[in-house]
């Protein structure tokens, strides 16, 4: 499986935009790039994909870079309750599997 | 809503029981999951089932078998369970079709073993 490397940690203030980065650059033509998210206490939950071209849905924004090595994950009006660990993964096209990294532990500041 | 439930929050057992850890998922998905989460070590999953009684090991399975008799349900069951087993385990099921890939997940099950 290609890996993906994030920070360990980020912060940021309430109601401002978060850009979340991920970098993979061994990704293949074929990898979906996913985001996960795990709140304190609960099981992880989906957050975005996307193959090439950016995608936006109620949660978040992914921003995929054209060489596609690297990627971000934007949340555009941070809360308290994004609080959590966000995993950027790769999955092969086909594959039923994630591998989850260490993720990304966001703070938000009130 | 798709759920994903688990058995037990929390459950203590000794060293040697047979521990059975339940999950039930209730929108048909074929794929079931069942993951271990230990601090600085991440999620790593344990074994994952495409079909009923159809099972393919993850990358830790040592100490640890599976059972899926009906497709909702997928157990994890510790024949002796051991300290070194003390851990979040967490049960997930799988929706694919076509462009969309979405794993849901149950609460999480916090086994210590004494």
């Known amino acids: 499986d290609a890996k993906t490397t994030q920070p360990n940690s980020m912060e940021s203030n309430e109601e401002e935009p978060v850009h979340l980065p991920c970098n993979h650059s061994?990704?293949?033509?074929?990898?979906?790039i996913h985001w996960y998210r795990q709140l304190p206490s609960q099981g992880p939950e989906y957050v975005i994909h996307?193959?090439?071209s950016n995608v936006n849905n109620r949660m978040a924004s992914l921003a995929i870079a054209e060489d596609r090595k690297s990627s971000t994950l934007i949340l555009h009006r941070a809360t308290l309750r994004d609080a959590a660990v966000y995993y950027c993964?790769?999955?092969?096209?086909?594959?039923?599997?994630?591998?989850f990294g260490q993720g990304t532990r966001l703070t938000i500041n009130p | 809503d798709v759920k994903v439930t688990q058995s037990s929050r929390y459950l203590v057992k000794r060293t040697g029981e047979k521990v059975f850890l339940e999950c039930v998922q209730d929108?048909?998905?074929?794929?079931m999951f069942w993951y271990r989460q230990d601090p600085g070590l991440g999620l790593r999953l344990i074994y994952f089932?495409?079909?009923?009684?159809?099972?393919e090991k993850g990358d830790i399975p040592e100490g640890y078998s599976v059972s899926r008799e009906k497709k909702e349900r997928f157990s994890l069951i510790l024949e002796s369970a051991s300290t070194n087993q003390t851990s979040m385990y967490l049960c997930?099921?799988?929706?694919?079709?076509?462009?969309?890939?979405?794993?849901?997940f149950g609460p999480g099950t916090r086994l210590t073993v004494t």
């Open positions: 993964i790769l999955r092969g096209q086909g594959a039923q599997k994630l591998v």
């Open positions: 997930a099921s799988s929706f694919w079709q076509g462009f969309r890939y979405e794993q849901y």
């Open positions: 061994t990704i293949s033509g074929t990898d979906y």
């Open positions: 929108m048909d998905h074929e794929n």
């Open positions: 996307g193959l090439t």
């Open positions: 089932s495409y079909d009923v009684k159809m099972k």
